[in-house]
């Protein structure tokens, strides 16, 4: 099982977050992990150095994916796209789930300055991403990333449409 160490609220969105206690948990087991909840989504990859690297390698993507002005955009999700999921190598991948308004423009990746989810606070007042003005304004369904710690943001709206798994692997322990 893929226990979260740590968990929080960021305005309208939970979180968890894999850290040094969970040192191989990657966003790809994350992805595999959470597929009932993902399939049929829109992904888009937000994360500028990995978006990038996946635009140079575009030809390895499923044909679903396509770049746009906000990144690498992969649609409508399919169980064997989410079990095959895409990863840049470098360890900062961050990509952001929406059921079908997708954003004009690529939302800042968070993945590369913040340490933790627990310090957006303190990246919001020295101005380096304002994590919670940026999920009111895209307002995604998930965010899914890896960076110094690997994290899955969600919508409170989506909480009540989880299977048991899904529950179980972004809630704290209800005991």
């Known amino acids: 099982m893929l226990s979260a160490s740590t968990f929080g609220q960021i305005g309208h969105y939970g979180w968890a977050e894999w850290g ?28 500028w150095d990995s978006s990038t690297d996946f635009e140079r390698r575009l030809l390895d993507f499923p044909s679903e994916a396509t770049l746009s002005a906000a990144g690498i955009l992969m649609t409508s999700l399919a169980s064997e796209q989410l079990a ?73 709206a989506v909480v009540g449409e989880w299977n048991d798994d899904v529950r179980l692997l972004l809630l704290p322990n209800q005991d």
């Open 20 to 47: 040094d206690s969970a040192p191989n948990v990657f966003i790809e087991d994350l992805v595999r992990s959470m597929a009932t909840a993902l399939v049929g989504l829109h992904a888009l990859c937000t994360s």
């Open 84 to 156: 095959h999921w895409p990863v840049s190598g470098d360890g900062f991948d961050e990509w952001y789930f929406f059921k079908d308004r997708l954003p004009p423009e690529r939302p800042n990746a968070f993945c590369n300055t913040l340490n933790s989810l627990d310090s957006h606070a303190n990246a919001a007042i020295s101005g380096r991403c304002d994590l919670a003005m940026q999920l009111f304004s895209f307002k995604p369904l998930y965010v899914i990333g890896e960076g110094r710690q690997t994290f899955v943001l969600y919508s409170d």
